[in-house]
Antibody, heavy 118, light 107 residues
Framework: EVQLVESGGGLVQPGGSLRLSCAAS????????MNWVRQAPGKGLEWVSYISSSGTIKKYADSVEGRFTISRDNAKNSLYLQMNSLRAEDTAVYYCARGLSGSYPGFWGQGTLVTVSS | DFQMTQSPSSLSASVGDRVTITCRASQSISTYLNWYQQKPGKAPNLLIYAASSLQSGVPLRFSGSGSGTDFTLTITSLQPEDFATYYCQQSYSTSITFGQGTRLEIK
């Protein structure tokens, strides 16, 4: 069974850092592009970051460029999002998702909540 | 950037109704368009990919059409479990973008 399980969310103060993880199972992570997508409370879906299957190509939304870093460890079947200089507006549920571009169906995890507040 | 605009933003309908949600891209995305359903507290659930392909396990009352810049999601014979928020998403670019969502409410 294909699964994506996010972890690492929690409460952090403005200016702080947090590292999210996404554990993949039921498929070979190295074959897929991966993304992070977030959803602020009561708001719509916002793409955050993309990483190619090999990890050589990384892209970021303007809202997180320079503060967030996406990475992957295919040997550990894991995806990561390092979030620095966090702001209140980064408060959201963060989802990892497999393969959201192209013509093939993607797959989403259940999300982890990040709350940035003093 | 590919901007995605959904309409309407909200919609009231009754069980058994047929509803249509539209999504317009700011430039051509061929058929690189996905549709999701989301219920409160849950992750988005893929309904349609590549504009018109029904995801496995999704009821046949859901269908998608369109290409280029204009797309539609149609739900025939609404069921109680269909009342949710629906999003379109362009998959043409690796920098994906979503529509703002359409909230489908019970009339």
């Amino acid at each position: 069974e294909v699964q994506l399980v996010e972890s690492g969310g929690g409460l952090v103060q403005p200016g702080g850092s947090l590292r999210l993880s996404c554990a993949a199972s039921g498929f070979t992570l190295s074959s897929y592009e991966m993304n992070w997508v977030r959803q602020a409370p009561g708001k719509g879906l916002e793409w955050v970051s993309y990483i190619s299957s090999s990890g050589t190509i990384k892209k970021y939304a303007d809202s997180v460029e320079g503060r967030f870093t996406i990475s992957r460890d295919n040997a550990k079947n894991s995806l990561y999002l390092q979030m620095n200089s966090l702001r209140a507006e980064d408060t959201a549920v963060y989802y990892c998702a497999r393969g959201l571009s192209g013509s093939y169906p993607g797959f989403w995890g259940q999300g982890t909540l990040v709350t940035v507040s003093s | 950037d590919f901007q995605m605009t959904q309409s309407p933003s909200s919609l009231s309908a009754s069980v058994g109704d047929r509803v249509t949600i539209t999504c317009r891209a700011s430039q051509s995305i061929s058929t690189y368009l996905n549709w999701y359903q989301q219920k409160p507290g849950k992750a988005p659930n893929l309904l349609i990919y590549a504009a018109s392909s029904l995801q496995s396990g999704v009821p046949l009352r859901f269908s998608g059409s369109g290409s280029g810049t204009d797309f539609t999601l149609t739900i025939t014979s609404l069921q109680p479990e269909d009342f949710a928020t629906y999003y379109c998403q362009q998959s043409y670019s690796t920098s994906i973008t979503f529509g703002q969502g359409t909230r489908l409410e019970i009339k």
